[in-house]
């Protein structure tokens, strides 16, 4: 399959042949969900923690005598129907959230996300942003042009995750340019994941011609 390539005025200035294993494939919601799911679990910090009614201190002594009293029978203070005891059934940091990810299954959902983007009209591929220098302003300027092709006139907003840009390599100029821009972000190809990918509306590629897909 054929995707069309922008110049950074938003012009049409190539096409490139896109591999079909990787931008072609169907859409596959059970395997998207899973993988997703698992991620985000496996980002899950697990801090929330409360105490037992065996964890909880004092309440050693019975506090009243079983019989004779009229009053409820109680074995300790401490209990999770006393204020200050136990708590029943609550969160514990001993817990493990991590489930297992295959790695084809990572892969294939992946590139399930990248072909859903180019049916939704969501991938742009540029050949270049002209960021020689680090400038936001210029950055920002880009975007501003990039705005301008037909479909991606929300990509220059200002609020929400609008746009990730990924190139072959590691441009230390152009991430620094990018990093005051709150509604997008950078990543490096080899680096995408499938999280990362569903969590911003539109896809940028800068340079596709120099990166190995497959």
Do not use: C
């Not at 899950?44 to 009229?70: H, L």
């Amino acid at each position: 399959m054929k995707l069309d390539i922008y110049n950074r005025e938003g012009k049409i200035s190539g096409a490139m042949e896109a591999p079909e294993a990787v931008f072609g494939l169907p859409w596959n919601a059970d395997l998207v969900h899973q993988v997703i799911v698992s991620m985000q679990a496996n980002q899950r910090q697990n801090t929330a923690d409360t105490k037992g009614r065996g964890e909880v201190a004092g309440g050693g002594k019975k506090p009243w005598k079983q019989k004779g009293t009229g009053r409820a029978r109680h074995g300790s203070i401490r209990s999770p129907l006393w204020k200050g005891g136990g708590v029943t059934h609550g969160p514990s940091s001993e817990r493990v959230y991590d489930k297992k990810i295959n790695k084809k299954m990572k892969v294939k959902a992946l590139y399930t996300i990248l072909s859903q983007k180019v049916r939704d009209g969501e991938l742009l591929l540029i050949d270049d942003l002209g960021v020689k220098s680090i400038k936001t302003k210029t950055a920002q300027t880009a975007i501003n042009r990039l705005a301008k092709i037909k479909g991606f006139e929300k990509l220059n907003y200002k609020t929400g995750r609008r746009a990730l840009f990924s190139g072959p390599i590691h441009d230390e100029k152009l991430v620094k340019s990018l990093r005051n821009i709150p509604s997008v972000a950078i990543e490096e190809w080899r680096n995408l994941n499938p999280l990362l990918v569903s969590t911003y509306k539109y896809l940028v590629i800068v340079e596709p011609e120099k990166i190995n897909y497959v």
